[in-house]
């Protein structure tokens, strides 16, 4: 059976607890949030995923909200 050894070495076993990335909308690259206060806090350089962060899907409801206006404009 495979162990986690050696104790202490400063590596991770698992995922990343209040953390969660989402794809952004401009360059396609991931984008790292904190879960608690919502702020985003890192995004990637290079392409691919950030290692054991939870992925934010979309609901269908978010995805049927009518689009943002700007507050200025006609309503």
Known sequence: ??????IGDGHRNGMVRR???TKD?????QTKRDLTTGQFIDKKKAGGNFKGA????WSSRQKSLPPFRNA????
Do not use: D, I, V, Y
Not at 72 to 75: D, F, I, L, M
């Open 19 to 21: 953390r969660s990335q």
């Open 54 to 57: 939870r992925h934010e899907r």
């Open 72 to 75: 200025s404009g006609p309503h």
């Open 25 to 29: 909308g401009l360059f396609g690259r």
């Open 1 to 6: 059976m495979a162990t986690n050894k050696p």
